[in-house]
């Protein structure tokens, strides 16, 4: 018995152990990422265009790479996929936190991004695109990392990474760098952001695929279905944002039914696309076509639940339902700061709260996120 003990404990020492050295790992990478922007303040010539920025952002990004993997490797950490690019994800989203203070103001750190980078950066979307990623997924992406590096389950937080990262990628390279104002002078820069398209799905569908739990599985018995009550809560706020989302469309695609027409001028006039891209335009019919057949589905699940206690066709509803409120959750902060800031310019960003808007947007987070807590009851 006593050995059972010492064995345990040595495991618990060595988990402890591990675990500290993964956090100290991954708080140096945001440090990292800061004093490389900094070194490239030092040396402009290293960014003095788009093409000469573009081949040193591949050059450092494959010293990172490289750098990241040997280290993860030489204190025997996971080096799996999921490990990698939630490392290399941690890393780049400091360096967006950089650019992001640039634009506030705050520093010079990443000035010379918007100009031969990513032009739309240099936007109101910009601000709050690259604030949302440097702040919140770079605060997400540490977590994650850590547990992963320390081959620790990742939990509902993998899935509502996910669901942002995927929700903001599409747009942001269809909306603003294929399309729009500053199509023309898409730079190489931007090729950076594929893997980020692919990664993410990926990861989504493997964490989804590895539940091994048996009642977690279609015709499987729910273990507490929900009252009536809140069954008629989740069916109707799983209604209202289908509405939601069909009457966004409506405005953004440029309908003249009156409540199209309203809807744009008094309640989200960030669908009037006045930045010259098309990032809202093409987030609009993505949530259109993505989310609305995800509230169908979860409406017949709720149903299911309830009449016969039994999961139906989305039976892992509580995975899905954070991966949606990830991407209902970057979305709307991107409306939201589109809508209530008037960006002139590094920081010259005057603010106007807008209600309707604020209203709207307290509706969709906390319906979103009321969702993802009666759906996981896994």
């Known amino acids: ?130 604030g949302w990623d440097g702040v919140v997924h770079l605060l997400m992406q540490g977590y994650l990392c850590r547990r992963s590096l320390c081959g620790q389950k990742l939990g509902p937080i993998a899935f509502m990474w996910a669901g942002s990262v995927i929700n903001s990628m599409i747009p942001l390279l269809l909306g603003g760098a294929a399309t729009g104002k500053y199509s023309p002078d898409v730079e190489f820069s931007t090729a950076l952001n594929a893997p980020y398209v692919i990664i993410p799905i990926l990861i989504a569908i493997k964490l989804m695929d590895s539940r091994t739990d048996k009642h977690v599985k279609r015709g499987a018995k729910v273990r507490s279905p929900a009252t009536a009550t809140l069954t008629c809560l989740i069916v109707v706020t799983h209604i ?79 995975d899905w339902a954070f991966l949606v409120t990830g991407a209902y959750l970057q979305s709307c902060f991107i409306r939201f700061f589109m809508t209530v800031a008037d960006y002139q310019g590094p920081g010259q960003i005057n603010y106007e709260l807008h209600r309707p808007t604020t209203i709207v947007t307290l509706f969709v987070c906390c319906t979103s996120m009321l969702h993802a807590i009666l759906m996981n009851d896994e």
């Open 1 to 130: 018995m006593a050995s059972v003990r010492t064995r345990s404990k040595v495991r618990a020492e060595k988990a402890l152990h591990d675990a500290q050295r993964a956090t100290l790992f991954v708080s140096t990478l945001p440090i990292a990422a800061l004093l490389v922007l900094k070194a490239l303040v030092h040396r402009p010539e290293l960014t003095s265009d788009g093409a000469t920025a573009g081949i040193t952002a591949v050059v450092i990004m494959t010293f990172v790479v490289a750098g990241i993997y040997r280290c993860a490797v030489k204190l025997n950490f996971e080096t799996n996929l999921i490990s990698i690019f939630l490392t290399i994800s941690t890393f780049t989203s400091a360096c967006d936190l950089g650019i992001t203070g640039y634009l506030l103001g705050v520093w010079e750190l990443g000035s010379f991004y918007p100009s031969h980078g990513e032009k739309y950066f240099g936007t109101a979307f910009g601000v709050a695109c690259l």
């Open 240 to 318: 209202g944002l289908i509405v939601l989302h069909v009457v966004r469309t409506m405005s953004v695609v440029g309908s003249d039914a009156p409540i199209a027409q309203r809807w744009l001028q008094k309640f989200e006039p960030s669908l009037q696309q006045n930045d010259g891209t098309n990032i809202i335009l093409i987030q609009t019919l993505q949530s259109f076509f993505w989310l609305v057949p995800y509230h169908c589905v979860a409406l017949w699940e709720a149903f299911s639940r309830f009449r016969y206690s039994r999961r139906s066709l989305l039976a892992n509803a509580g």
